[in-house]
Protein backbone atom coordinates (compact mmCIF):
# COMPACT_ATOMS: atom_id res chain seq x y z
CA UNK A 1 0.00 0.00 0.00
CA UNK A 2 1.54 3.49 -0.77
CA UNK A 3 2.62 5.60 1.77
CA UNK A 4 1.26 8.67 3.07
CA UNK A 5 3.33 12.39 2.91
CA UNK A 6 2.66 15.38 5.34
CA UNK A 7 1.30 18.43 3.01
CA UNK A 8 1.75 22.17 3.11
CA UNK A 9 -1.00 24.16 2.22
CA UNK A 10 -0.21 27.87 1.91
CA UNK A 11 -2.45 30.30 3.98
CA UNK A 12 -3.03 34.32 3.52
CA UNK A 13 -3.30 36.85 6.13
CA UNK A 14 -3.72 39.97 4.42
CA UNK A 15 -1.52 40.12 1.32
CA UNK A 16 0.25 36.24 1.94
CA UNK A 17 1.14 34.30 4.88
CA UNK A 18 2.45 31.08 5.28
CA UNK A 19 1.13 28.92 7.44
CA UNK A 20 1.40 24.92 8.56
CA UNK A 21 -1.10 22.58 6.86
CA UNK A 22 -2.16 18.90 7.54
CA UNK A 23 -0.68 15.39 6.09
CA UNK A 24 -1.10 14.59 2.66
CA UNK A 25 -2.50 11.52 1.84
CA UNK A 26 0.20 9.39 -0.06
CA UNK A 27 -2.03 7.19 -1.83
CA UNK A 28 -4.72 4.90 -1.04
CA UNK A 29 -7.38 6.87 -2.48
CA UNK A 30 -9.17 6.23 1.04
CA UNK A 31 -6.47 7.10 2.92
CA UNK A 32 -6.42 10.63 4.46
CA UNK A 33 -4.00 13.32 5.76
CA UNK A 34 -2.14 14.24 8.57
CA UNK A 35 -4.15 15.88 11.70
CA UNK A 36 -4.69 16.39 15.43
CA UNK A 37 -5.86 15.27 18.57
CA UNK A 38 -7.74 16.38 21.27
CA UNK A 39 -9.64 15.77 24.51
CA UNK A 40 -10.50 18.06 27.32
CA UNK A 41 -12.96 16.44 30.48
CA UNK A 42 -12.58 14.51 33.39
CA UNK A 43 -11.78 10.91 35.04
CA UNK A 44 -14.43 8.29 34.00
CA UNK A 45 -17.82 9.29 35.68
CA UNK A 46 -19.58 6.68 34.10
CA UNK A 47 -19.16 3.30 33.43
CA UNK A 48 -17.13 2.07 30.31
CA UNK A 49 -18.07 0.22 27.17
CA UNK A 50 -16.53 -3.44 27.14
CA UNK A 51 -16.80 -5.97 24.60
CA UNK A 52 -19.67 -8.65 24.40
CA UNK A 53 -17.91 -12.44 22.77
CA UNK A 54 -18.77 -11.13 19.72
CA UNK A 55 -16.72 -8.22 19.48
CA UNK A 56 -19.77 -5.94 19.54
CA UNK A 57 -19.08 -3.11 22.59
CA UNK A 58 -22.13 -3.34 24.88
CA UNK A 59 -24.71 -0.52 25.22
CA UNK A 60 -24.01 2.08 27.49
CA UNK A 61 -25.87 5.20 27.80
CA UNK A 62 -23.56 7.64 27.57
CA UNK A 63 -19.45 8.45 26.68
CA UNK A 64 -16.97 8.02 29.00
CA UNK A 65 -15.46 11.52 29.55
CA UNK A 66 -11.75 11.82 28.39
CA UNK A 67 -9.45 12.92 31.06
CA UNK A 68 -8.94 16.55 31.69
CA UNK A 69 -5.62 17.05 29.95
CA UNK A 70 -4.81 14.11 27.56
CA UNK A 71 -2.05 12.76 25.33
CA UNK A 72 -4.03 11.15 22.30
CA UNK A 73 -1.62 10.50 19.20
CA UNK A 74 -3.15 9.68 15.84
CA UNK A 75 -3.44 6.08 14.57
CA UNK A 76 -3.79 5.69 10.60
CA UNK A 77 -6.52 3.82 10.59
CA UNK A 78 -6.18 2.76 6.69
CA UNK A 79 -2.52 0.80 7.57
CA UNK A 80 -2.43 -3.22 8.87
CA UNK A 81 -2.09 -4.00 12.11
CA UNK A 82 -4.39 -3.77 15.62
CA UNK A 83 -5.87 -0.65 17.20
CA UNK A 84 -5.78 -2.03 20.47
CA UNK A 85 -2.35 -3.96 19.98
CA UNK A 86 -0.37 -0.94 18.76
CA UNK A 87 -2.21 0.68 21.55
CA UNK A 88 -0.72 -1.46 24.07
CA UNK A 89 2.93 -2.17 22.85
CA UNK A 90 3.09 2.18 22.58
CA UNK A 91 1.52 2.26 26.19
CA UNK A 92 -1.40 4.54 24.51
CA UNK A 93 -4.23 4.49 26.07
CA UNK A 94 -6.16 7.13 24.11
CA UNK A 95 -5.72 7.63 20.26
CA UNK A 96 -7.10 9.82 18.00
CA UNK A 97 -8.50 7.57 15.18
CA UNK A 98 -7.96 9.22 11.32
CA UNK A 99 -10.08 9.10 9.31
CA UNK A 100 -14.14 9.52 8.89
CA UNK A 101 -15.34 10.84 5.44
CA UNK A 102 -17.48 9.95 2.67
CA UNK A 103 -16.74 7.47 0.08
CA UNK A 104 -17.19 10.09 -3.26
CA UNK A 105 -17.93 13.63 -3.72
CA UNK A 106 -21.38 14.33 -3.23
CA UNK A 107 -22.62 11.75 -0.70
CA UNK A 108 -23.54 12.01 2.82
CA UNK A 109 -22.57 8.75 4.21
CA UNK A 110 -19.20 8.10 5.92
CA UNK A 111 -17.07 5.32 6.17
CA UNK A 112 -13.27 5.17 8.04
CA UNK A 113 -10.97 6.42 5.19
CA UNK A 114 -14.07 6.85 3.07
CA UNK A 115 -14.08 3.00 2.00
CA UNK A 116 -16.84 0.97 1.57
CA UNK A 117 -15.58 -2.30 3.14
CA UNK A 118 -15.18 -0.19 6.57
CA UNK A 119 -18.48 1.16 7.54
CA UNK A 120 -19.40 3.01 10.84
CA UNK A 121 -20.30 -0.14 12.57
CA UNK A 122 -19.26 -2.41 15.64
CA UNK A 123 -17.60 -4.84 12.66
CA UNK A 124 -15.07 -2.06 11.54
CA UNK A 125 -12.78 -1.41 14.43
CA UNK A 126 -15.78 -2.01 17.53
CA UNK A 127 -13.67 -4.88 19.12
CA UNK A 128 -10.19 -2.79 19.04
CA UNK A 129 -12.37 0.25 20.42
CA UNK A 130 -14.04 -1.16 23.19
CA UNK A 131 -10.57 -3.63 23.95
CA UNK A 132 -9.13 -0.01 24.89
CA UNK A 133 -12.71 1.23 26.68
CA UNK A 134 -12.11 -1.83 28.99
CA UNK A 135 -8.68 -0.74 29.96
CA UNK A 136 -9.94 2.73 30.98
CA UNK A 137 -8.83 4.33 27.65
CA UNK A 138 -10.77 5.51 24.56
CA UNK A 139 -10.98 6.59 20.92
CA UNK A 140 -11.55 9.78 19.56
CA UNK A 141 -12.72 9.48 15.81
CA UNK A 142 -11.63 12.50 12.99
CA UNK A 143 -13.50 13.27 10.92
CA UNK A 144 -11.75 14.69 7.62
CA UNK A 145 -8.15 14.81 6.91
CA UNK A 146 -6.13 16.68 3.91
CA UNK A 147 -7.58 13.86 0.93
CA UNK A 148 -10.97 14.27 2.34
CA UNK A 149 -10.65 18.38 1.79
CA UNK A 150 -8.48 18.24 -1.37
CA UNK A 151 -11.56 15.65 -2.75
CA UNK A 152 -14.50 17.18 -1.73
CA UNK A 153 -15.36 14.01 0.88
CA UNK A 154 -14.95 15.86 4.27
CA UNK A 155 -18.87 15.34 5.31
CA UNK A 156 -19.52 19.08 5.51
CA UNK A 157 -18.30 19.78 2.23
CA UNK A 158 -19.87 16.27 0.35
CA UNK A 159 -22.83 16.85 2.16
CA UNK A 160 -25.65 20.00 1.57
CA UNK A 161 -27.92 18.11 4.13
CA UNK A 162 -27.29 19.61 7.53
CA UNK A 163 -29.48 17.06 9.36
CA UNK A 164 -27.75 14.42 7.73
CA UNK A 165 -24.17 15.47 8.44
CA UNK A 166 -25.46 15.78 12.38
CA UNK A 167 -26.59 12.27 11.79
CA UNK A 168 -23.13 11.46 10.43
CA UNK A 169 -21.36 12.41 13.55
CA UNK A 170 -24.20 11.18 15.88
CA UNK A 171 -23.97 7.43 14.51
CA UNK A 172 -19.81 7.31 15.40
CA UNK A 173 -20.85 8.79 18.76
CA UNK A 174 -23.33 6.09 19.51
CA UNK A 175 -21.66 3.31 17.54
CA UNK A 176 -18.53 3.70 19.03
CA UNK A 177 -19.57 5.40 22.58
CA UNK A 178 -17.38 7.71 22.11
CA UNK A 179 -17.41 11.51 23.58
CA UNK A 180 -15.28 13.73 21.38
CA UNK A 181 -15.35 14.11 17.46
CA UNK A 182 -12.50 15.96 15.86
CA UNK A 183 -13.32 17.91 12.95
CA UNK A 184 -9.87 18.05 11.06
CA UNK A 185 -10.34 21.10 8.06
CA UNK A 186 -7.33 21.86 5.94
CA UNK A 187 -7.09 22.78 2.73
CA UNK A 188 -10.44 23.58 0.40
CA UNK A 189 -12.23 23.19 3.82
CA UNK A 190 -10.94 26.02 5.40
CA UNK A 191 -12.47 28.56 2.05
CA UNK A 192 -15.25 26.52 1.46
CA UNK A 193 -17.90 28.89 3.44
CA UNK A 194 -20.90 26.76 2.65
CA UNK A 195 -19.30 23.96 4.11
CA UNK A 196 -18.05 25.36 6.64
CA UNK A 197 -21.40 27.21 8.08
CA UNK A 198 -23.10 23.41 7.29
CA UNK A 199 -20.49 21.44 9.72
CA UNK A 200 -21.19 23.81 12.57
CA UNK A 201 -24.62 24.14 12.40
CA UNK A 202 -24.62 20.14 12.15
CA UNK A 203 -22.05 20.39 15.83
CA UNK A 204 -24.91 22.88 17.57
CA UNK A 205 -27.46 20.11 16.29
CA UNK A 206 -25.47 17.23 17.82
CA UNK A 207 -24.82 19.12 21.33
CA UNK A 208 -28.43 20.03 21.23
CA UNK A 209 -28.92 16.41 20.94
CA UNK A 210 -26.75 15.18 23.21
CA UNK A 211 -27.78 17.50 25.71
CA UNK A 212 -31.29 16.16 25.84
CA UNK A 213 -30.05 12.79 26.12
CA UNK A 214 -27.35 13.18 28.73
CA UNK A 215 -24.42 12.12 26.91
CA UNK A 216 -20.91 13.80 26.94
CA UNK A 217 -19.84 14.96 23.24
CA UNK A 218 -17.16 17.41 22.67
CA UNK A 219 -15.95 18.79 20.05
CA UNK A 220 -12.81 20.13 18.56
CA UNK A 221 -11.29 21.44 15.25
CA UNK A 222 -7.67 20.22 14.12
CA UNK A 223 -6.59 23.11 12.15
CA UNK A 224 -3.15 24.29 10.43
CA UNK A 225 -1.44 27.35 12.14
CA UNK A 226 1.38 29.85 11.84
CA UNK A 227 4.09 30.02 14.22
CA UNK A 228 2.13 32.62 15.51
CA UNK A 229 -1.32 31.47 15.49
CA UNK A 230 -4.13 30.52 13.28
CA UNK A 231 -3.93 32.00 9.92
CA UNK A 232 -7.74 34.26 8.98
CA UNK A 233 -9.00 30.78 7.48
CA UNK A 234 -8.80 28.54 10.47
CA UNK A 235 -10.09 32.34 12.80
CA UNK A 236 -13.02 32.25 10.06
CA UNK A 237 -13.88 28.35 10.96
CA UNK A 238 -14.46 29.54 14.59
CA UNK A 239 -15.94 32.89 14.31
CA UNK A 240 -18.78 30.71 12.51
CA UNK A 241 -18.63 28.46 15.03
CA UNK A 242 -19.78 31.59 17.44
CA UNK A 243 -21.90 32.84 15.18
CA UNK A 244 -23.71 29.56 15.12
CA UNK A 245 -23.58 29.12 18.81
CA UNK A 246 -21.71 25.78 18.46
CA UNK A 247 -19.29 24.70 21.06
CA UNK A 248 -15.47 23.93 20.58
CA UNK A 249 -14.74 22.86 23.13
CA UNK A 250 -10.95 22.13 21.64
CA UNK A 251 -8.94 24.09 18.95
CA UNK A 252 -5.97 21.74 18.05
CA UNK A 253 -3.38 23.19 15.94
CA UNK A 254 -0.90 21.02 13.81
CA UNK A 255 2.64 22.74 14.30
CA UNK A 256 4.53 21.42 11.68
CA UNK A 257 4.60 20.98 7.60
CA UNK A 258 5.03 25.62 7.90
CA UNK A 259 6.66 25.89 4.70
CA UNK A 260 8.28 29.26 4.95
CA UNK A 261 11.63 28.72 4.23
CA UNK A 262 12.70 28.89 7.70
CA UNK A 263 15.16 26.59 9.93
CA UNK A 264 12.75 25.59 12.76
CA UNK A 265 13.21 25.60 16.33
CA UNK A 266 10.06 22.86 16.71
CA UNK A 267 9.59 23.19 20.41
CA UNK A 268 9.92 26.82 20.39
CA UNK A 269 7.51 27.36 17.49
CA UNK A 270 4.81 25.12 19.12
CA UNK A 271 4.94 27.07 21.91
CA UNK A 272 4.67 30.61 20.22
CA UNK A 273 1.85 29.02 18.42
CA UNK A 274 0.08 27.88 21.03
CA UNK A 275 0.84 31.49 22.65
CA UNK A 276 -0.82 32.75 19.57
CA UNK A 277 -3.93 30.96 19.51
CA UNK A 278 -4.36 31.85 23.48
CA UNK A 279 -4.66 35.39 22.37
CA UNK A 280 -6.91 35.37 19.34
CA UNK A 281 -9.60 32.74 21.61
CA UNK A 282 -9.33 35.24 24.25
CA UNK A 283 -10.67 38.13 21.93
CA UNK A 284 -12.79 35.26 20.58
CA UNK A 285 -13.96 34.48 23.51
CA UNK A 286 -13.97 37.05 25.77
CA UNK A 287 -15.46 35.98 28.46
CA UNK A 288 -13.05 32.91 29.79
CA UNK A 289 -10.68 32.74 32.05
CA UNK A 290 -7.20 32.34 31.25
CA UNK A 291 -7.60 28.58 32.18
CA UNK A 292 -10.31 28.31 30.41
CA UNK A 293 -8.66 29.20 27.09
CA UNK A 294 -5.46 27.54 27.65
CA UNK A 295 -8.02 24.72 28.07
CA UNK A 296 -9.19 24.89 24.71
CA UNK A 297 -5.75 23.90 23.41
CA UNK A 298 -4.61 21.45 21.98
CA UNK A 299 -1.29 21.06 19.76
CA UNK A 300 0.05 18.42 17.49
CA UNK A 301 3.36 17.83 16.54
CA UNK A 302 4.97 15.79 13.98
CA UNK A 303 7.60 13.34 15.07
CA UNK A 304 11.05 13.63 13.54
CA UNK A 305 11.59 14.63 9.24
CA UNK A 306 8.10 16.38 8.87
CA UNK A 307 7.19 16.92 4.61
CA UNK A 308 9.01 19.79 4.07
CA UNK A 309 12.27 18.41 5.35
CA UNK A 310 15.38 18.07 7.72
CA UNK A 311 14.90 22.30 8.36
CA UNK A 312 11.58 21.05 10.66
CA UNK A 313 12.85 18.61 12.61
CA UNK A 314 10.84 17.69 15.78
CA UNK A 315 13.22 15.67 18.51
CA UNK A 316 12.34 13.42 21.02
CA UNK A 317 13.85 16.60 23.61
CA UNK A 318 11.65 18.55 21.86
CA UNK A 319 8.52 16.49 22.54
CA UNK A 320 9.67 16.22 26.48
CA UNK A 321 10.29 20.12 26.44
CA UNK A 322 6.74 20.91 24.66
CA UNK A 323 4.90 18.05 27.23
CA UNK A 324 6.45 20.27 30.08
CA UNK A 325 5.36 23.38 28.71
CA UNK A 326 2.09 22.36 27.76
CA UNK A 327 1.61 20.75 31.59
CA UNK A 328 2.56 23.96 32.94
CA UNK A 329 0.41 26.10 30.77
CA UNK A 330 -2.97 24.03 31.64
CA UNK A 331 -2.70 23.11 27.87
CA UNK A 332 -5.84 20.38 26.93
CA UNK A 333 -4.73 18.09 24.41
CA UNK A 334 -1.10 17.13 23.27
CA UNK A 335 -1.11 14.76 19.95
CA UNK A 336 1.36 13.72 17.02
CA UNK A 337 1.11 12.23 13.77
CA UNK A 338 0.99 9.34 14.00
CA UNK A 339 1.69 6.69 16.42
CA UNK A 340 2.77 3.97 13.08
CA UNK A 341 5.71 6.82 12.80
CA UNK A 342 6.78 6.71 16.27
CA UNK A 343 10.14 4.53 15.62
CA UNK A 344 13.69 4.82 13.33
CA UNK A 345 13.59 2.20 11.06
CA UNK A 346 14.40 4.22 8.14
CA UNK A 347 17.22 6.20 7.07
CA UNK A 348 18.11 9.24 9.19
CA UNK A 349 16.77 12.20 7.02
CA UNK A 350 13.65 10.58 5.21
CA UNK A 351 10.75 13.38 5.39
CA UNK A 352 7.12 12.79 5.34
CA UNK A 353 7.20 8.95 6.13
CA UNK A 354 4.18 7.74 7.02
CA UNK A 355 6.21 4.55 9.04
CA UNK A 356 8.90 6.25 10.65
CA UNK A 357 10.26 9.16 11.93
CA UNK A 358 13.37 9.80 9.53
CA UNK A 359 15.71 10.57 13.25
CA UNK A 360 17.44 8.10 15.02
CA UNK A 361 15.08 7.25 17.70
CA UNK A 362 13.85 4.12 19.82
CA UNK A 363 10.73 2.33 19.17
CA UNK A 364 7.99 4.47 20.80
CA UNK A 365 10.05 7.43 22.41
CA UNK A 366 7.73 9.97 21.22
CA UNK A 367 4.88 8.24 22.83
CA UNK A 368 7.12 7.84 26.11
CA UNK A 369 7.95 11.17 26.14
CA UNK A 370 4.54 12.63 25.92
CA UNK A 371 2.49 9.67 27.63
CA UNK A 372 3.05 11.39 30.88
CA UNK A 373 0.99 15.09 29.60
CA UNK A 374 -2.33 12.49 30.47
CA UNK A 375 -2.07 12.33 34.03
CA UNK A 376 -0.16 15.16 34.64
CA UNK A 377 -3.64 17.41 35.62
CA UNK A 378 -4.38 15.77 38.45
CA UNK A 379 -7.94 15.93 39.51
CA UNK A 380 -10.53 16.90 36.54
CA UNK A 381 -13.46 17.89 38.50
CA UNK A 382 -16.67 19.01 37.79
CA UNK A 383 -18.10 21.09 34.40
CA UNK A 384 -20.93 21.35 32.34
CA UNK A 385 -22.46 22.83 29.12
CA UNK A 386 -25.02 24.79 28.32
CA UNK A 387 -26.64 25.40 25.37
CA UNK A 388 -30.13 26.92 24.45
CA UNK A 389 -32.68 25.95 21.39
CA UNK A 390 -34.06 27.25 19.54
CA UNK A 391 -30.75 30.08 19.65
CA UNK A 392 -33.04 32.23 17.69
CA UNK A 393 -36.36 33.36 17.28
CA UNK A 394 -38.64 36.80 15.79
CA UNK A 395 -41.23 37.97 17.91
CA UNK A 396 -43.67 40.72 17.10
CA UNK A 397 -43.82 43.23 19.25
CA UNK A 398 -46.62 42.84 21.69
CA UNK A 399 -46.20 39.26 21.58
CA UNK A 400 -44.35 36.54 23.37
CA UNK A 401 -41.84 33.47 22.68
CA UNK A 402 -39.57 30.86 24.51
CA UNK A 403 -36.95 28.84 23.98
CA UNK A 404 -35.35 25.47 26.10
CA UNK A 405 -31.79 26.44 27.74
CA UNK A 406 -30.66 22.50 28.71
CA UNK A 407 -27.28 21.62 30.60
CA UNK A 408 -25.03 18.57 30.77
CA UNK A 409 -22.08 17.28 32.70
CA UNK A 410 -19.21 17.29 30.92
CA UNK A 411 -16.78 16.19 33.20
CA UNK A 412 -17.18 14.78 37.18
CA UNK A 413 -20.68 14.68 38.99
CA UNK A 414 -23.55 16.62 38.51
CA UNK A 415 -23.34 19.92 40.60
CA UNK A 416 -25.92 22.75 40.75
CA UNK A 417 -26.16 25.60 38.16
CA UNK A 418 -27.78 29.47 38.64
CA UNK A 419 -29.17 30.53 35.66
CA UNK A 420 -29.38 34.18 34.78
CA UNK A 421 -30.05 36.00 31.65
CA UNK A 422 -28.89 39.65 30.56
CA UNK A 423 -29.15 41.99 27.04
CA UNK A 424 -32.64 42.39 26.87
CA UNK A 425 -33.38 45.77 25.37
CA UNK A 426 -36.25 48.03 26.70
CA UNK A 427 -39.31 46.95 26.17
CA UNK A 428 -38.70 43.38 26.29
CA UNK A 429 -38.83 41.37 29.37
CA UNK A 430 -36.93 38.41 29.70
CA UNK A 431 -36.86 35.44 32.60
CA UNK A 432 -35.77 31.87 33.34
CA UNK A 433 -37.39 29.06 34.70
CA UNK A 434 -36.59 27.68 37.04
CA UNK A 435 -33.18 30.02 37.83
CA UNK A 436 -31.31 26.74 39.25
CA UNK A 437 -31.05 23.19 37.87
CA UNK A 438 -28.64 20.41 38.07
CA UNK A 439 -26.47 19.35 35.62
CA UNK A 440 -28.60 17.40 33.15
CA UNK A 441 -31.61 19.35 33.76
CA UNK A 442 -33.73 22.10 31.52
CA UNK A 443 -35.31 25.19 32.10
CA UNK A 444 -37.47 27.65 30.01
CA UNK A 445 -36.46 31.27 28.53
CA UNK A 446 -39.26 33.24 28.18
CA UNK A 447 -39.22 36.38 26.20
CA UNK A 448 -42.01 39.18 26.48
CA UNK A 449 -41.88 41.49 24.26
CA UNK A 450 -44.13 45.46 24.49
CA UNK A 451 -46.10 46.23 21.88
CA UNK A 452 -43.50 50.04 22.11
CA UNK A 453 -39.97 47.82 21.59
CA UNK A 454 -37.63 48.99 18.64
CA UNK A 455 -37.48 46.74 16.29
CA UNK A 456 -34.00 45.32 15.51
CA UNK A 457 -31.65 42.22 16.44
CA UNK A 458 -30.45 41.84 20.00
CA UNK A 459 -28.32 39.22 21.25
CA UNK A 460 -29.38 38.09 25.00
CA UNK A 461 -26.63 36.22 27.01
CA UNK A 462 -27.94 33.21 28.79
CA UNK A 463 -25.31 32.60 32.16
CA UNK A 464 -24.81 29.26 34.02
CA UNK A 465 -22.87 29.56 37.31
CA UNK A 466 -21.75 26.73 39.37
CA UNK A 467 -18.60 25.74 41.44
CA UNK A 468 -16.67 25.17 38.79
CA UNK A 469 -17.01 27.95 36.82
CA UNK A 470 -19.10 29.91 34.53
CA UNK A 471 -20.63 29.09 30.80
CA UNK A 472 -22.88 31.08 28.81
CA UNK A 473 -25.05 30.57 25.36
CA UNK A 474 -26.58 33.39 23.25
CA UNK A 475 -30.38 33.70 21.96
CA UNK A 476 -30.56 36.23 18.80
CA UNK A 477 -33.90 38.06 19.63
CA UNK A 478 -35.61 39.80 16.52
CA UNK A 479 -38.13 41.94 17.19
CA UNK A 480 -40.51 43.28 14.53
CA UNK A 481 -42.75 46.05 14.23
CA UNK A 482 -46.52 44.68 15.32
CA UNK A 483 -47.78 46.38 12.03
CA UNK A 484 -46.29 44.21 9.78
CA UNK A 485 -43.79 47.23 8.39
CA UNK A 486 -41.18 49.75 8.97
CA UNK A 487 -38.40 48.94 11.50
CA UNK A 488 -36.18 51.83 12.30
CA UNK A 489 -32.69 51.27 12.46
CA UNK A 490 -31.91 51.67 16.38
CA UNK A 491 -28.87 53.92 17.81
CA UNK A 492 -27.44 55.07 14.36
CA UNK A 493 -26.00 57.85 16.46
CA UNK A 494 -24.74 55.90 19.22
CA UNK A 495 -25.82 58.96 21.44
CA UNK A 496 -27.22 56.34 23.98
CA UNK A 497 -23.28 55.89 24.79
CA UNK A 498 -23.50 51.84 24.76
CA UNK A 499 -22.94 49.70 21.14
CA UNK A 500 -26.52 47.97 21.80
CA UNK A 501 -28.44 46.34 19.54
CA UNK A 502 -25.58 46.95 17.23
CA UNK A 503 -22.61 43.65 17.84
CA UNK A 504 -19.11 44.28 17.05
CA UNK A 505 -15.63 42.14 16.75
CA UNK A 506 -13.32 43.39 18.70
CA UNK A 507 -12.23 46.93 19.12
CA UNK A 508 -15.30 48.10 18.46
CA UNK A 509 -16.41 50.89 20.69
CA UNK A 510 -18.81 53.71 20.94
CA UNK A 511 -16.18 57.14 21.44
CA UNK A 512 -16.68 60.91 22.24
CA UNK A 513 -14.31 61.59 19.17
CA UNK A 514 -13.89 62.25 16.45
CA UNK A 515 -17.77 62.64 15.94
CA UNK A 516 -20.55 63.68 12.71
CA UNK A 517 -23.00 65.61 14.83
CA UNK A 518 -24.17 64.73 18.68
CA UNK A 519 -21.62 63.43 21.55
CA UNK A 520 -20.52 60.07 20.30
CA UNK A 521 -19.75 57.99 17.26
CA UNK A 522 -18.59 54.59 16.38
CA UNK A 523 -14.75 53.47 16.11
CA UNK A 524 -13.79 50.00 14.47
CA UNK A 525 -10.32 48.34 14.73
CA UNK A 526 -9.55 46.60 12.03
CA UNK A 527 -6.35 44.13 12.26
CA UNK A 528 -4.58 41.38 10.34
CA UNK A 529 -7.72 39.05 10.77
CA UNK A 530 -10.78 40.72 10.80
CA UNK A 531 -11.64 43.89 9.46
CA UNK A 532 -13.76 45.39 12.70
CA UNK A 533 -17.01 45.03 11.37
CA UNK A 534 -20.58 46.13 13.63
CA UNK A 535 -23.63 44.93 13.12
CA UNK A 536 -27.28 45.77 13.62
CA UNK A 537 -30.18 43.03 12.17
CA UNK A 538 -33.38 44.70 10.99
CA UNK A 539 -37.04 43.20 10.48
CA UNK A 540 -38.06 45.99 7.57
CA UNK A 541 -41.18 45.66 5.13
CA UNK A 542 -40.80 42.92 2.64
CA UNK A 543 -40.27 43.51 -0.92
CA UNK A 544 -40.01 47.53 -0.67
CA UNK A 545 -37.26 49.65 -1.44
CA UNK A 546 -35.05 51.23 0.85
CA UNK A 547 -32.23 53.57 1.60
CA UNK A 548 -29.48 53.33 4.06
CA UNK A 549 -27.29 56.58 4.82
CA UNK A 550 -24.42 56.70 7.12
CA UNK A 551 -21.32 59.16 7.78
CA UNK A 552 -17.82 57.20 7.84
CA UNK A 553 -14.29 58.62 8.20
CA UNK A 554 -10.79 56.63 7.59
CA UNK A 555 -9.47 54.14 4.94
CA UNK A 556 -11.62 51.78 3.41
CA UNK A 557 -14.78 52.60 5.57
CA UNK A 558 -17.89 50.58 4.00
CA UNK A 559 -21.45 50.50 4.89
CA UNK A 560 -24.19 48.07 3.28
CA UNK A 561 -26.83 44.94 3.86
CA UNK A 562 -26.77 41.90 3.51
CA UNK A 563 -29.49 38.77 4.44
CA UNK A 564 -32.77 39.81 2.64
CA UNK A 565 -30.99 41.93 0.52
CA UNK A 566 -27.37 42.96 -0.62
CA UNK A 567 -25.58 46.13 -1.08
CA UNK A 568 -22.40 48.38 -0.03
CA UNK A 569 -20.60 51.49 -0.70
CA UNK A 570 -17.23 52.80 1.03
CA UNK A 571 -14.78 55.87 0.95
CA UNK A 572 -11.72 56.70 2.16
CA UNK A 573 -10.75 60.28 3.72
CA UNK A 574 -9.50 62.05 7.16
CA UNK A 575 -12.78 63.67 7.05
CA UNK A 576 -16.63 62.46 7.32
CA UNK A 577 -17.73 61.29 3.93
CA UNK A 578 -21.44 60.50 3.37
CA UNK A 579 -22.73 57.53 2.13
CA UNK A 580 -25.80 56.10 0.79
CA UNK A 581 -26.80 52.10 -0.39
CA UNK A 582 -29.97 51.75 -1.98
CA UNK A 583 -31.59 48.54 -1.78
CA UNK A 584 -34.67 46.13 -1.95
CA UNK A 585 -35.92 43.91 0.58
CA UNK A 586 -37.02 40.07 0.09
CA UNK A 587 -40.04 38.53 0.97
CA UNK A 588 -38.34 38.25 4.56
CA UNK A 589 -37.60 41.77 5.16
CA UNK A 590 -34.97 41.32 7.04
CA UNK A 591 -31.44 42.49 6.73
CA UNK A 592 -28.46 42.84 8.51
CA UNK A 593 -26.97 46.74 8.36
CA UNK A 594 -22.82 46.11 8.96
CA UNK A 595 -20.20 48.98 8.59
CA UNK A 596 -16.78 47.81 8.46
CA UNK A 597 -13.13 48.59 8.09
CA UNK A 598 -10.39 47.03 5.90
CA UNK A 599 -7.53 44.38 6.80
CA UNK A 600 -4.93 46.18 9.09
CA UNK A 601 -5.59 49.91 7.31
CA UNK A 602 -6.44 51.55 10.56
CA UNK A 603 -8.96 52.85 12.71
CA UNK A 604 -12.63 53.82 10.93
CA UNK A 605 -15.22 55.63 12.32
CA UNK A 606 -18.73 55.85 11.68
CA UNK A 607 -21.91 58.16 12.91
CA UNK A 608 -25.34 58.54 11.96
CA UNK A 609 -26.64 55.63 10.53
CA UNK A 610 -30.35 55.80 8.92
CA UNK A 611 -32.49 54.01 6.66
CA UNK A 612 -35.33 55.66 5.04
Sequence with gaps: MPLQRPFQAALTVGAALAASAGLLVGAPAAAQAATAATAPTTAPAVPIATASPTGTPTAVTTGTPLPAHVFAPYYEAYTPGSLSGQAGQSGNKYL????????????????????????????????????????????????????????????????????????????????????????????????????????????????DWAAANGRNVQFSYTLPTTTGGLADSGLSVLKNAVGNNARIDVVNIMTFDYYDGATHQMATDAEHAAGGLYNQLAQLYPGKSAAQLWDSIGITLMPGVDDYGAAETTTVADARNVQAWATSKGVNTLAFWALQRDNGSCAVGTAGSDTCSGIAQNTWDFSHALEPFTSSGGSTGNDFALS??????????????????????????????????????????????????????TATLSLSVDSGAAPGSYPLSITGTAASGSHSSTYTLTVTSSGGGGGALVNGGFETGSLSPWTCQGGGAVVNSPVHSGSHALRLTPTASQTGECDQTLALQPNHAYTLTGWVQGNYAYIGVSGGASGSNWASGSGWTKLAVPFTTDASGVVTVYVHGWYSQGDVYGDDFAIS
Design 96 to 207: SMAFVQAATKGSCSVYWDGDTSTPIAASSFGSDIAGLQASGGNVIPSFGGYAADNGGTEIADSCTDVNQIAAAYESVITTYNVSRIDLDTEDNSLTNTAGIDRRNKAVKLVE
Design 388 to 441: DSPASGSVQAGSSTTATVSTSVTSGSAQSIALSVSGAPAGVTAAISPNSVTAGG
